[in-house]
């Protein structure tokens, strides 16, 4: 019950409170926060041919160290074939996590609330394309009021990067769409730049501003195609996104085309109460990008720092603001480095850190206190590197502490050898979320509903 | 620090009537017990009015909960009472999730405090355990209550602030929660609503 009090359920106010912890803090500004020490961390999982039953799986980790099964894989759900599983997301209440795939377009609800050790597979989307009206890649699930919101990567008449956003009710029942601006339909968005392609990735919310953003990628026929012959494609190598678009959070319109050449990917919005500005990183031109509301409210977009050396193509991926504003870590899929930069000085970001963590490493996830911070190795299917079989540390769930300076290895799970696959997005759990307390589940204070007493 | 709903919105919303709110399905019906005392059913009260459904207990004590929701209503209530033309066309329903504290006549009182003589605002609870988590399913409202150490409820209840918007045809078309229920935001949506 200790635990219990350590890890009270703070609801969205006590977000707006800027209390002193909650949990990853790259999750919808909606979202129920867990306080203190999580108990779990969900991996979206791709199935590798060859490796254990070979299917996309949601793979659940004991991460609390009190407990008996810390740093051990307590459960998995496969879910029949490979899909390329790629980002998932939680509801605002976090009863369920929706985890997209991006070659079946299935989305795979699963229901973490009723055992958070032991997720179920509660319902299946696969009829995205069709109900959208031809989004293909089904990416970020972005919780908002009652809803999810997803964003797709393509689409189903010519698979380029053209794409648009969905709307589903928490049950799963779709709402509406909307198709990312472009030059031929600008929707009524300005044009700021010289580009206006209508391509997606990521979204994030700053509510208090009124301001949804969003940023591009690149389409099925690229996400799909071996790297190798990717990079050798002159003219697939063209079809990269190169804007962020601001949306008007509430009418969904978009409002201003911002350029931001080189395949912006994550977005993550500061939390400060005073903080309206938002990072994205380029992929391939390996600069931190800072979005942001100068004084006239007018918003803006520059490059404000670069990542490594953007000649051997490192590849920054996944990014992670800490709850201060003050540091963001930056992975580079290609080299298997995380950076830390200050962002103290949002428009002159510096380096401070810098490790290498594995043979590849894409997604990452901190802890409130960024006291914890985990990470995983997996991009896409035919983009990973291979050579996990000759013992390389290519597939891999890692957790480090950080004390300010240095990251310490708590524990690294194979991924390949556990007969698992290549995991790729994490996502928090903990049973006090739910009014649940771990084992004995006997004496356990299972708190019901009003309506279940 | 207060919720936005508080203070003024730190942004110009979006005119009435220049943005969709599409249909998010058919709001449950469910069994309740009305201020009066007296059974009904959400579906009867609702009428073919244009209805905002808030999920409340008069105990609350979370200044961005319950009372949040009572504050954002009231300013709504005031804005609407002069525009009979709207005024009219919408009502309020706060329903409890713990009828155990809100019986009619605590609601009746509670209700005392908010609601305009000149204004359709209903204060209601369920009748049974069942009715009560049958509706509290039907519109995704978690809630936990809080227990100490040694398993004894503590009367406080947690869950996340729902606010449902709800059109004359019983189509859900918003849902609030703290960080985004505002006066100004709801009066807006229901000009929408009524300029369809």
């Given at each position: 019950m200790i635990r219990q009090v350590m890890i009270a359920v703070a609801l969205l106010a006590s977000m707006l409170l800027q209390t002193s912890s909650a949990d990853e803090?790259?999750?919808?500004?909606?979202m129920a926060k867990i306080v203190g020490q999580e108990d779990f961390v969900y991996i979206w999982t791709l199935g590798l041919e060859?490796?254990?039953?070979?299917q996309d799986k949601l793979v659940t980790v004991d991460v609390?160290?009190?407990?008996?099964?810390?740093?051990?894989?307590?459960h998995s759900v496969s879910v029949g074939g490979r899909n390329e599983a790629h980002h998932s997301g939680l509801t605002d209440d976090r009863r369920f996590l929706w985890a997209a795939t991006l070659d079946t377009n299935k989305i795979f609800i699963f229901d973490?609330?009723?055992d958070p050790a032991k997720p179920v597979?509660?319902?299946?989307?696969?009829d995205f394309v069709a109900k959208t009206g031809g989004i293909v890649g089904p990416h970020t699930t972005y919780a908002l009021p009652g809803r999810m919101l997803i964003t797709g990567l393509?689409?189903?008449?010519?698979?380029?990067?053209?794409t648009g956003m969905a709307e589903y009710t928490n049950g799963g029942e779709f709402i509406t769409s909307v198709w990312m601006p472009t030059?031929?339909?600008?929707?009524?968005?300005?044009?700021?730049?010289?580009?206006?392609?209508g391509y997606g990735y990521d979204a994030r919310a700053l509510p208090r501003r009124n301001v949804l953003l969003t940023s591009s990628f690149t389409g099925w026929n690229n996400y799909m195609m071996n790297l190798g012959k990717l990079l050798g494609d002159p003219e697939a190598m063209q079809r990269f996104g190169n804007t962020v678009v601001v949306w008007?959070?509430?009418?969904?319109?978009?409002?201003k085309i911002i350029d931001v050449p080189g395949a912006p990917l994550e977005l993550r919005c500061a939390?400060?109460?005073?903080?309206?500005y938002c990072f994205t990183t380029t992929a391939l031109t390996s600069k931190i990008w800072l979005l942001y509301e100068d004084d006239a409210g007018e918003w803006q977009g520059k490059a404000v720092a670069d990542i490594g050396d953007a000649s051997k193509i490192p590849l920054p991926v996944d990014i992670s603001i800490s709850a201060d504003d003050k540091h963001l870590w930056v992975n580079t899929w290609n080299d298997g480095k995380v950076r830390l930069f200050d962002i103290s000085d949002p428009h002159n970001p510096e380096q401070v850190f810098e490790e290498q963590i594995g043979e590849q490493i894409n997604m990452v996830s901190q802890s409130w206190d960024g006291e914890r911070v985990y990470f995983t190795s997996s991009l896409l299917a035919n983009w990973d590197k291979t050579g996990s079989s000759d013992?390389?540390?290519?597939?891999y769930f890692k957790l480090f502490g950080w004390d300010g300076e240095k990251l310490t290895l708590d524990f690294n799970l194979d991924f390949v050898q556990m007969g698992l696959g290549s995991p790729h997005q994490m996502r928090f759990g903990a049973y006090a979320l739910y009014g649940q307390a771990p084992t004995p589940r006997a004496e356990n204070t299972i708190l019901k509903t009003a309506a279940a007493e | 620090m207060l919720a936005p709903g508080y203070s003024a919105l730190e942004f110009v919303p979006p005119?009435?009537?220049?943005y969709g709110l599409p249909p998010m399905g058919l709001a449950a019906d469910g069994r309740i017990l009305t201020d009066q005392n007296k059974r009904s059913t959400l579906h009867d009260v609702m009428g073919d009015r244009i209805t905002v459904l808030s999920f409340i207990f008069?105990?609350?004590?979370d200044v961005n909960g319950c009372p949040l929701a009572a504050y954002v209503l009231s300013g709504v209530q005031r804005a609407l009472l002069d525009r009979p033309e709207m005024r009219d066309r919408v009502r309020f329903i706060s329903f409890s999730f713990d009828p155990e504290n809100d019986s009619p006549k605590v609601l009746k009182e509670y209700g005392g405090k908010f609601r305009d003589p000149n204004f359709h605002w209903d204060f209601v609870t369920a009748a049974t355990d069942i009715d009560l988590a049958t509706t509290l399913d039907a519109y995704g409202q978690s809630v936990l209550r809080d227990y100490d150490?040694?398993?004894?409820?503590?009367g406080s209840m947690s869950h996340i602030l729902r606010v449902f918007l709800i059109d004359e045809q019983k189509k859900i078309r918003n849902i609030y929660s703290t960080s985004f229920l505002h006066t100004d935001t709801i009066v807006n949506d229901v000009r929408t609503l009524l300029m369809d």
């Open positions: 803090t790259c999750m919808s500004p909606y060859g490796v254990g039953d070979g609390n160290p009190d407990s008996a099964d810390y740093g051990t894989v307590v973490v609330h009723t597979l509660h319902k299946t989307i696969d393509s689409n189903n008449r010519d698979h380029g990067g053209r030059d031929d339909n600008l929707q009524g968005a300005v044009k700021s730049g010289n580009y206006a392609d008007d959070l509430h009418a969904r319109t978009p409002k939390w400060g109460s005073q903080s309206n013992g390389k540390d290519v597939q | 005119a009435a009537g220049s008069t105990t609350c004590t150490g040694e398993g004894n409820y503590m």
